[in-house]
């Protein structure tokens, strides 16, 4: 093994740096950026986060620009492409990069899907105007594959250096500062890494599209570990999809994430294993590439209904835009891999990049569809409650609204303006200035450039109570839940009965049962059971069910009642009829609510008296 010379590793990192030299000043500027961000880690200020991230967006946007002008083959244009690539980034420096630190929601946001489009844009720079799918392919697989070995030896670096600061600090009684280890990883991937990273870009486009080695370990990974997970993963999708059909019931909300995870391994799996999709030796890779998109297509169909289930009563915000959205591009994707005879794999980065761009700007955008959804909300609650109507604004409201169910959604649409920092998208309701408001109430600053949490809290309280008159107790009522008592000024009347217990669902964590002695030598256990919506309170006794009272009808009583008031003693007492009798009074029960996306338990919480004779 011949170890590389020092001229060698000088004239291939010179050779790099030429190449690429404007991805590499963008990541050094990173790197210095993060440096000075942790001499100030006390007080960050927002010009040099801004310049941070606008770099890692140039870093990667760069990137692009370099292979895409290596491409195409035009001198003119490896002197352009960099000038717009840095016109680019200065214009999200100026105009989209957070101005609040952590603060704005959007901002970060929207850096995160720009971060999105311009890794997708590396990977097809080369290729988008060119139709060279196994060259695509290749490229890719090395791009990824040298990633990974990156980062591996970066960590590597990194331990190593920083084991060995560590040791002069102890043993040599170094004066280190501690921050030196954050700074010491800047520098390892924003020099290093980087600079590893692009000396193994690939340059030779015509080779890369005509190899056709396939390497083994990836084979096996998808071959032997990623494809089978995927197809478990769409047999439990079919049979619970079969089981909600049967029983004529909406998909639970969790359900969209594990149609996203099979989706997106899916077609991670047609991807790795394109070059194989026609080799006659891998029938298992042939069959999942022929059929994965058409399985998928009933599991699209119950993702937008789990969806359409969340916008209904949620509205639409920006993570249900994005599922919406995603979900149809993978719908979309589907059939052009069904019915196109090309089959393009560059079609699906491509097309993702070009809906991330469709979702930031424009009237269709991530932000104003939610912001019109939410607003829509609101309106129809004050309207159903003749407190506003079009064209009129909102002074000081004295109405109560219906239930308290509406008073907490509208305390949680205000909620989200708040938090979104666009309470002005709700001025068409109210008569008062919104933004002087803000600014008064929220706008100022403490020392740490935070704000307050009790001074949002305070602007929520307000603009709720201009709107409704209803007392809103986040700390008493659950948005979530039904809450139900038994009205105590009544007493309990025990008579007939030996002895009284008092019972508790859930007693302790992960436990659902209680004892209860009869005699000092006979225990009965009382077990809560809840099996698909059944509910249930059994008596045990030397391991046989000797009562088992159904909790159905009270449950579905409870949940049609119009208030969440103290309820009479007598409604809230229940009579078994077997071997025990016992008498049950219900003291308290908490019931997730018809509409709540929380997805557990239907009774939460179950307190009673057991009486037993």
Same mark, same amino acid.
């Given at each position: 093994m011949k170890f590389p010379s020092i001229k060698y590793l000088f004239t291939n990192a010179v050779s790099t740096f030429g190449r690429f030299y404007l991805p590499l000043t963008f990541s050094f500027l990173a790197a210095g950026m993060g440096i000075v961000l942790l001499n100030n880690s006390y007080h960050l200020h927002p010009p040099f986060v801004k310049l941070l991230l606008s770099c890692l967006l140039g870093l990667s946007a760069s990137l692009g620009g370099v292979l895409y002008a290596e491409r195409a083959g035009k001198p003119v244009m490896k002197w352009l492409m960099p000038v717009f690539i840095s016109a680019l980034v200065a214009g999200y420096y100026f105009?989209?990069?957070?101005?609040?630190?952590?603060?704005?929601?959007?901002?970060?946001?929207?850096?995160?899907?720009?971060?999105?489009?311009?890794?997708?844009?590396?990977?097809?720079?080369?290729?988008?105007?060119?139709?060279?799918?196994?060259?695509?392919?290749?490229?890719?697989?090395?791009?990824?594959?040298?990633? %990974?070995? +990156?980062?591996? &030896?970066?960590? @590597?670096?990194?331990?190593? =250096? #920083? !084991?060995?600061?560590? $040791?002069?600090?102890?043993?040599?009684?170094?004066?280190?500062?501690?921050?030196?280890?954050?700074?010491?990883?800047?520098?390892?991937?924003?020099?290093?890494?980087?600079?590893?990273?692009?000396?193994?870009?690939?340059?030779?486009?015509?080779?890369?599209?005509?190899?056709?080695?396939?390497?083994?370990?990836?084979?096996?990974?998808?071959?032997?570990?990623?494809?089978?997970?995927?197809?478990?993963?769409?047999?439990?999708?079919?049979?619970?999809?079969?089981?909600?059909?049967?029983?004529?019931?909406?998909?639970?909300?969790?359900?969209?994430?594990?149609?996203?995870?099979?989706?997106?391994?899916?077609?991670?799996?047609?991807?790795?294993?394109?070059?194989?999709?026609?080799?006659?030796?891998?029938?298992?890779?042939? %069959?999942? +590439?022929?059929? &994965?998109?058409? @399985?998928?297509?009933?599991? =699209? #169909? !119950?993702?937008?209904? $789990?969806?359409?289930?969340?916008?209904?009563?949620?509205?639409?915000?920006?993570?249900?835009?994005?599922?919406?959205?995603?979900?149809?591009?993978?719908?979309?994707?589907?059939?052009?891999?069904?019915?196109?005879?090309?089959?393009?794999?560059?079609?699906?980065?491509?097309?993702?990049?070009?809906?991330?761009?469709?979702?930031?700007?424009?009237?269709?955008?991530?932000?104003?569809?939610?912001?019109?959804?939410?607003?829509?909300?609101?309106?129809?609650?004050?309207?159903?409650?003749?407190?506003?109507?079009?064209?009129?604004?909102?002074?000081?409201?004295?109405?109560?609204?219906?239930?308290?169910m509406e008073a907490e959604q509208l305390k949680a649409i205000i909620d989200y303006f708040i938090d979104k920092k666009h309470i002005e998208v709700m001025q068409p309701i109210f008569a008062i200035n919104l933004d002087s408001l803000y600014k008064s109430t929220v706008g100022r600053k403490r020392e740490d450039d935070r704000y307050d949490w009790q001074e949002r809290n305070d602007l929520k309280n307000k603009l709720t109570a201009i709107l409704c008159a209803n007392e809103i107790n986040g700390m008493t009522r659950y948005r979530n839940d039904l809450n139900f008592n038994i009205d105590q000024r009544q007493g309990i009347a025990i008579g007939g009965y030996r002895r009284m217990f008092h019972f508790t669902y859930p007693n302790y964590p992960n436990e659902q049962k209680q004892w209860i002695f009869l005699t000092p030598a006979d225990s009965t256990e009382v077990k809560f059971s809840e099996v698909d919506s059944v509910f249930n309170l059994m008596f045990i006794h030397d391991g046989k069910t000797v009562e088992s009272i159904s909790l159905n009808g009270f449950v579905s009583f409870l949940k049609k009642k119009a208030t969440q008031d103290d309820v009479p003693i007598g409604e809230m007492t229940l009579t078994g009829t077997g071997a025990i009798s016992p008498g049950i009074i219900v003291t308290s029960i908490r019931i997730r609510h018809p509409e709540s996306y929380v997805e557990d338990r239907e009774v939460r919480k179950f307190q009673a008296w057991i009486m037993v004779k």
């Open positions: 105009w989209l990069a957070p101005a609040d630190n952590f603060n704005d929601y959007r901002a970060w946001l929207t850096f995160g899907v720009l971060s999105v489009i311009m890794h997708l844009w590396v990977a097809i720079s080369p290729y988008l105007s060119r139709y060279e799918q196994n060259g695509f392919w290749r490229f890719n697989e090395i791009l990824y594959a040298r990633m %990974l070995q +990156s980062l591996l &030896f970066s960590a @590597a670096l990194y331990i190593g =250096l #920083a !084991l060995a600061i560590t $040791a002069c600090k102890i043993l040599l009684r170094f004066d280190v500062d501690s921050e030196i280890y954050g700074k010491l990883w800047c520098i390892v991937m924003g020099v290093f890494n980087t600079w590893f990273f692009l000396a193994g870009v690939p340059a030779d486009y015509e080779e890369l599209n005509t190899e056709k080695s396939f390497p083994k370990s990836l084979k096996i990974f998808t071959q032997y570990i990623l494809i089978p997970l995927v197809t478990l993963y769409m047999v439990i999708l079919y049979a619970y999809g079969i089981r909600i059909i049967l029983e004529n019931s909406l998909p639970k909300g969790w359900v969209s994430t594990l149609v996203f995870s099979y989706s997106i391994a899916g077609l991670l799996a047609i991807l790795l294993v394109h070059p194989l999709r026609d080799d006659k030796d891998s029938v298992w890779v042939r %069959l999942f +590439s022929k059929f &994965f998109f058409r @399985a998928s297509l009933p599991l =699209l #169909a !119950l993702l937008y209904l $789990a969806i359409w289930t969340r916008v209904h009563h949620y509205g639409i915000t920006e993570s249900r835009y994005y599922i919406l959205i995603v979900g149809v591009w993978l719908g979309v994707i589907s059939l052009y891999f069904i019915f196109s005879s090309g089959k393009n794999i560059r079609t699906i980065p491509l097309s993702l990049a070009i809906i991330g761009l469709f979702t930031l700007f424009g009237p269709w955008s991530v932000f104003n569809v939610s912001d019109r959804s939410q607003l829509h909300r609101l309106e129809r609650i004050l309207e159903r409650n003749n407190i506003w109507m079009p064209g009129h604004k909102v002074v000081a409201s004295k109405v109560m609204l219906r239930n308290n």
